[in-house]
């Protein structure tokens, strides 16, 4: 008979493993060298079991943590694992992303129960993994920093299949040279990797000072029982939700060569507790980075998954792991904008298809949750990229940062102003890192006022963000919600849509599309308006 597991053991140990993630990523912040990192704290730490299953996530980044798992699935084939090595990899078909977000995966050893056993012996027993995901200020490619509006792969930047970086502790430099010698500014690329490795460290010395402390074979059953724990209240809490088929359609603005908007459809079958998503219907894959590998798309469903949980009492502290994935399952048509092949480019679809696909779950849950789901948020990560030659200190320059929007409004309350929504869940760069690292001047950072949809609750607004150039420069967009407004709910407005503006020192203005890359020169200035979220109910 299997033994009952104890409410006061699962909450430590998931505490216990959460704390390994939440040390990394504290270690990462402290010792990486970009704003990207360090500032923004754009990175996710996670720790897994043996097989590969996430055990435990620090609260980073959605989009990252949900699709970490592929990557330490591709990272197992480069078995066997020994104590120091170290696997790095970006290639979105083989476990990433998007190429800037570079993943990490380390094995963590422990002396083993007993000598008899003979599990590793002469290197311990493999406990689990510890992996991180960090997005890198510039990866290579087309453009500075990495996120143009690509055609193919290749021209995104360098893309890292599964390798060792690290074997048996010992750094592979020819790999490590080879990556930075096609990275702009390869010094900050070198200490955003170093600190990336030496989280890893500190996450492999605490995972094994718990193995230590409460043994091999407990940690095993209590990852076991807190995977399990969070399968079973995902069960219950989907199983609330009246069985039935749901569906809804959204639209990205464009795929930033064609003005033809991008379909996003969704059909959701609640069944006793179990959620399928088929996505078929959705715009075939598209000649521009707007496609999302399915790792993506898995994880913008699992992260709406996780927000149900947040609703349901009792459901709040239910550890994010593999158990809360194993009763969605998907059908995702294969060459399409939410499955695309190589070599098609992905850099937007991780960041701002992600999102919509966010959308299109949320509207058709609304259907019978009508009380429990919020109007549309911004729908968009305004993604930013500036990039050239520094002249003052004699380097290549590269900046990436998110503009946050407006939270949609909710059933029972107004939707949050200028806040990053969904998929995103990273900070902003501070006015004076900003100014110290590059050569840049932020002239305005304020709510955009109004922005907001009405209703009973009102949409939150927006930001207005403006650059000044002290350099000539290469500037990249990717945005969303410059002509589709974000829905409102229950009789609610939508938001305002985005825009972007450039004015340059000459006096003239002009309004650039929402994908796109332009040339920049000193005195020109740069305006984010970003789009506000969607109210909920009739306004009174």
């Known amino acids: 008979m299997a033994r009952r597991p104890d409410p006061a053991e699962l909450a430590i140990f998931n505490a216990l493993f959460a704390s390994v993630a939440e040390e990394m990523g504290v270690t990462l912040r402290r010792t990486a060298h970009s704003p990207n990192i360090k500032e923004r704290r754009d990175y996710s730490c996670a720790v897994f079991d043996r097989q590969g299953r996430l055990v435990a996530q620090a609260a980073h980044i959605p989009v990252h943590l949900g699709?970490?798992?592929?990557?330490?699935?591709?990272?197992?084939?480069?078995?066997?694992?020994?104590?120091?090595?170290?696997?790095?990899?970006?290639?979105?078909?083989?476990?990433?992303?998007?190429l800037p977000d570079i993943t990490m995966v380390s094995p963590v050893f422990v002396k083993p129960p007993s000598p008899s056993k003979g599990e590793g012996r002469g290197k311990g027993a493999l406990a689990g993994f510890v992996a991180s995901r960090a997005h890198h200020a510039d990866v290579g490619g087309m453009s500075?920093?990495?996120?143009?509006?690509?055609?193919?792969?290749?021209?995104?930047?360098?893309?890292?299949?599964?390798?060792?970086?690290?074997?048996?502790?010992?750094?592979?430099?020819?790999?490590?040279?080879?990556?930075?010698?096609?990275?702009?500014?390869?010094?900050?690329?070198?200490?955003?990797?170093?600190?990336?490795?030496?989280?890893?460290?500190?996450?492999?010395?605490?995972?094994?000072?718990?193995?230590?402390?409460?043994?091999?074979?407990?940690?095993r059953r209590q990852m076991r029982a807190v995977m399990d724990y969070a399968q079973r209240m995902t069960e219950a809490a989907l199983a609330e939700i009246a069985d039935g088929v749901y569906e809804f359609e959204d639209f990205l603005d464009d795929d930033g060569v064609s003005d033809e908007p991008v379909r996003i459809r969704i059909r959701?079958?609640?069944?006793?507790?179990?959620?399928?998503?088929?996505?078929?219907?959705?715009?075939?894959?598209?000649?521009?980075?707007?496609?999302?590998?399915?790792?993506?798309?898995?994880?913008?469903?699992?992260?709406?998954?996780?927000?149900?949980?947040?609703?349901?009492?009792?459901?709040?502290?239910?550890?994010?792991?593999?158990?809360?994935?194993?009763?969605?399952?998907?059908?995702?048509?294969?060459?399409?904008?939410?499955?695309a092949t190589p070599p098609h480019p992905v850099a937007a679809g991780n960041v701002e298809t992600s999102q919509r696909i966010v959308d299109v779950l949320l509207g058709a849950l609304a259907r019978v949750l009508p009380d429990r789901i919020p109007a549309a948020s911004a729908g968009t990560m305004n993604n930013v990229s500036i990039g050239g030659w520094d002249a003052d200190h004699g380097r290549s320059l590269a900046y990436y940062e998110t503009v946050g929007g407006g939270a949609g409004a909710g059933p029972s309350a107004d939707g949050l102003s200028a806040v990053h929504t969904h998929m995103t869940n990273t900070m902003n760069t501070p006015v004076e890192a900003l100014e110290i690292a590059y050569p840049l001047r932020l002239l305005e950072y304020s709510i955009r006022r109004g922005s907001g949809g009405r209703g009973r609750h009102r949409g939150g607004d927006g930001i207005r963000r403006t650059w000044e150039f002290l350099a000539p420069a290469t500037v990249s967009l990717l945005t969303e919600r410059r002509r589709r407004r974000p829905w409102g709910l229950a009789g609610g407005s939508p938001g305002k849509p985005g825009r972007n503006l450039l004015r340059r020192s000459t006096g003239e203005e002009i309004d650039l599309p929402s994908k796109g890359e332009v040339k920049v020169q000193p005195g020109d200035r740069l305006t984010l308006e970003t789009p506000g979220g969607g109210g909920w109910g009739t306004p009174l």
């Open 268 to 339: 959701v079958t609640i069944d006793s507790g179990t959620m399928h998503c088929d996505f078929s219907g959705s715009s075939p894959q598209r000649p521009s980075s707007v496609n999302a590998v399915a790792a993506v798309t898995r994880s913008a469903v699992y992260y709406v998954v996780r927000c149900l949980l947040e609703t349901v009492p009792g459901s709040e502290s239910v550890p994010s792991n593999d158990g809360c994935f194993r009763p969605v399952s998907f059908t995702l048509p294969e060459g399409s904008v939410v499955n």
């Open 144 to 219: 500075p920093g990495s996120m143009p509006l690509a055609e193919e792969l290749l021209q995104e930047g360098i893309v890292i299949p599964p390798l060792k970086l690290y074997e048996r502790g010992r750094l592979n430099r020819a790999v490590y040279d080879l990556l930075l010698r096609n990275m702009r500014n390869p010094e900050e690329r070198k200490g955003d990797l170093d600190a990336q490795a030496a989280a890893h460290r500190i996450g492999e010395a605490r995972f094994a000072e718990i193995v230590e402390r409460y043994g091999l074979t407990q940690v």
């Open 67 to 98: 699709a970490m798992p592929t990557s330490v699935a591709a990272a197992m084939p480069l078995a066997p694992f020994r104590p120091g090595d170290l696997v790095i990899l970006n290639d979105p078909y083989l476990g990433g992303t998007h």
